[in-house]
């Protein structure tokens, strides 16, 4: 049975328990960003024991990996693909392959490298490029601090890899750089969302063709910008807590 994925509108992600049964609707325009929650049993286990403070790093590492797996497969729905002419052992027939030119795939450092494996195992002939971001935590403001991908980023899928959404401005930063590059298909693939986050970006990058593919979408963001219940520190969790 295939993944299962629900798109909402983007108001419909600040309902809270009880206020209604989230409604799907049909393919979004250009300027209504797709949100899709990835609905699977699968999806839900491994997201629960990423969750559990009891769960150390390294079962944190294995879970992010196989989960990111599970979500890239709902992200590449839509890959660009072209029909190419085989010959099987049988007969000659149609099929199809990736286009060119080749999607990218950008980890938000440092966390984000933590996913990088999972879209990569599903998606092995894809570009890899980097963006080192920080988020201030007295302003939640996010900055770049390194780049590495082509500068020239145009007609490209680009998949952007970031544990968490939650204030939504590292997100839009790194959206917005790849949007000047030249993309023009831009897939964010988190593992949780917040709310507040998902507003912020269909309201930053309206125009914008931006699909969010997550595992969930929780109650809130705490005072200090964390997602609730949400998992704590993805980069802290996943790799030990930086001094």
Same mark, same amino acid.
């Given at each position: 049975?295939?993944?299962?994925?629900?798109?909402?509108?983007?108001? =419909?992600?600040?309902?809270? /328990?009880?206020?209604? /049964?989230?409604?799907?609707?049909?393919?979004?325009?250009?300027?209504?960003?797709?949100?899709?929650?990835?609905?699977?049993?699968?999806? $839900?286990?491994?997201?629960?024991?990423?969750?559990?403070?009891?769960?150390?790093? =390294?079962?944190?590492?294995?879970?992010?990996?196989?989960?990111?797996?599970?979500?890239?497969?709902?992200?590449?729905?839509?890959?660009?693909?072209?029909?190419?002419?085989?010959?099987?052992?049988?007969?000659?027939?149609? #099929?199809?392959?990736?286009?060119?030119?080749?999607?990218?795939?950008? /980890?938000?450092?440092?966390?984000?490298?933590?996913?990088?494996? #999972?879209?990569?195992?599903?998606?092995?002939?894809?570009?890899?490029?980097?963006?080192?971001?920080?988020?201030?935590?007295?302003?939640?403001?996010? !900055?770049?601090? $390194?780049?590495?991908?082509?500068?020239?980023? !145009?007609?490209?899928?680009?998949?952007?890899?970031?544990?968490?959404?939650?204030? #939504?401005?590292?997100?839009?930063?790194?959206?917005?750089?790849?949007?000047?590059?030249?993309?023009?298909?831009?897939? $964010?693939?988190?593992?949780?969302?917040?709310?507040? #986050?998902?507003?912020?970006?269909?309201?930053?990058?309206?125009?914008?063709?931006?699909?969010?593919?997550? =595992?969930?979408?929780?109650?809130?963001?705490?005072?200090?910008?964390?997602?609730?219940?949400?998992?704590?520190?993805?980069?802290?969790?996943?790799?030990?807590?930086?001094?």
């Amino acid at each position: 049975m295939p993944v299962r994925a629900e798109s909402w509108p983007v108001g =419909a992600a600040s309902r809270r /328990p009880g206020a209604g /049964p989230r409604q799907p609707r049909g393919p979004a325009t250009v300027v209504d960003m797709r949100l899709h929650v990835v609905d699977h049993p699968l999806v $839900a286990h491994k997201l629960t024991t990423l969750r559990d403070q009891r769960t150390d790093s =390294a079962t944190f590492r294995r879970l992010a990996d196989e989960l990111v797996t599970l979500l890239a497969y709902e992200a590449t729905r839509d890959v660009r693909t072209e029909q190419v002419d085989i010959t099987t052992p049988v007969a000659a027939t149609t #099929g199809v392959k990736l286009s060119y030119p080749r999607p990218l795939v950008v /980890p938000i450092l440092r966390a984000g490298l933590g996913m990088l494996d #999972g879209m990569v195992r599903l998606l092995p002939s894809a570009e890899v490029g980097f963006m080192g971001m920080v988020r201030n935590e007295e302003t939640l403001q996010a !900055s770049t601090y $390194a780049t590495r991908m082509p500068e020239d980023l !145009s007609g490209r899928q680009v998949y952007v890899l970031d544990p968490m959404l939650a204030t #939504g401005g590292t997100l839009v930063a790194a959206i917005r750089e790849l949007i000047k590059r030249g993309a023009d298909d831009v897939t $964010a693939v988190v593992l949780l969302a917040a709310p507040e #986050g998902v507003e912020v970006m269909e309201r930053e990058l309206a125009g914008t063709p931006v699909t969010v593919v997550t =595992a969930s979408v929780d109650e809130r963001l705490n005072e200090h910008g964390y997602i609730v219940p949400g998992l704590g520190d993805a980069g802290d969790r996943l790799y030990g807590a930086a001094e």
